[in-house]
């Protein structure tokens, strides 16, 4: 018996020329109905491509379900939203046996995560048992039940909103759970303008409902596949490690970023460079990213205190002492 391995079959990667103008498409189209944020809309992009998951985080009615639901309803992939809450448990999210009593057999139901994109709402109103849940799908695109395992996807993400000044009746996020999501970003409340036009787009209803979808999941997955594809030369990897080194250090840190932010934080870059219409990578893409990367990953000294603290403001500091490549 020969003992060598035929190499992998790889995926043909369709051609830039075709691609981004989907990516385009989609981006429009999400924009129709979330007003005055397009660069929300492009980090949300990012965490799509990028193969990661989105954490939205901002006070309520800001839009964070809304712009999970406009991404869902542009991709014709299966969608499920979750709303969580402090009764819900792990086998509401990934399914359960049921007895079949015509078979006498146990028959697995799924639950919602399986689809191919899910909105967890309020996921730090679930208990860290049911958070839990979500690990190994967000982190393997699998599911374990019953001793055997479930692909998800592809294409598969999570969007997941919460209320970070809201603390009665919620569970904050572990650090192993923060560190799946690729991305942690914040809307903010909209310009002025925006804000009038977002009035007036709803006197007819809710905008989001009338979507239509623009993408397919192959199309997605190509998306994804040209991403991997995109040049990072040497000096700007090294940027990315010395950053992360940076968090390791800093005397206000006390976790710093893990090898897998290193490498979130790499195929992000990666995905920001295509939103831009490149085929490589800069510093420029490597420092808007440093924030929405790493600042969720990283465990401040202030935590020792008891205090809730917000690493954004030392993520800045490093960014800005950290040599960029010429």
């Not at 219409?277 to 008891?306: C, I």
Request: charged share 20%.
């Amino acid at each position: 018996m020969s003992l060598v391995h035929s190499p992998p079959v790889l995926p043909t990667l369709r051609p830039a020329a075709e691609l981004l103008p989907l990516l385009s498409k989609l981006r429009n189209n999400i924009a129709a109905v979330f007003l005055g944020k397009d660069e929300v809309i492009r980090f949300s992009l990012v965490a799509l491509l990028a193969e990661g998951h989105l954490l939205l985080e901002d006070v309520p009615g800001v839009g964070k379900t809304v712009l999970a639901k406009a991404v869902a309803r542009s991709l014709s992939c299966s969608f499920h939203r979750v709303q969580f809450t402090p009764d819900l448990l792990p086998g509401d999210l990934i399914g359960t046996s049921i007895f079949n009593q015509q078979t006498s057999k146990f028959v697995f139901e799924p639950g919602p995560l399986f689809a191919q994109v899910v909105l967890a709402d309020e996921i730090n109103r679930a208990t860290p048992r049911t958070q839990s849940a979500l690990l190994e799908a967000m982190s393997e695109k699998q599911i374990t039940v019953d001793g055997q395992t479930r692909p998800l996807g592809p294409p598969f993400l999570v969007l997941a909103t919460q209320n970070p000044y809201e603390f009665e009746g919620t569970y904050p996020l572990p650090e192993s759970q923060l560190d799946r999501f690729l991305l942690r970003m914040q809307i903010g409340y909209p310009a002025r303008e925006a804000e009038r036009n977002i009035l007036t787009q709803h006197r007819a209803g809710e905008p989001v409902d009338t979507l239509s979808a623009v993408l397919s999941p192959d199309d997605v997955v190509a998306l994804q596949q040209h991403t991997r594809s995109v040049r990072v030369e040497a000096p700007v990897a090294e940027y990315v490690l010395n950053l992360i080194g940076a968090t390791r250090t800093h005397p206000d840190i006390r976790l710093g970023a893990s090898t897998r932010a290193a490498l979130a934080y790499y195929r992000a870059v990666q995905a920001y460079a295509v939103t831009a219409g490149r085929d490589y990578a800069t510093p420029d893409d490597v420092k808007a990213l440093a924030g929405p990367v790493l600042a969720h990953r990283l465990l401040t000294k202030a935590w020792d205190q008891g205090g809730r603290d917000d690493a954004g403001a030392l993520v800045n500091d490093i960014v800005a002492k950290t040599p960029v490549p010429a």
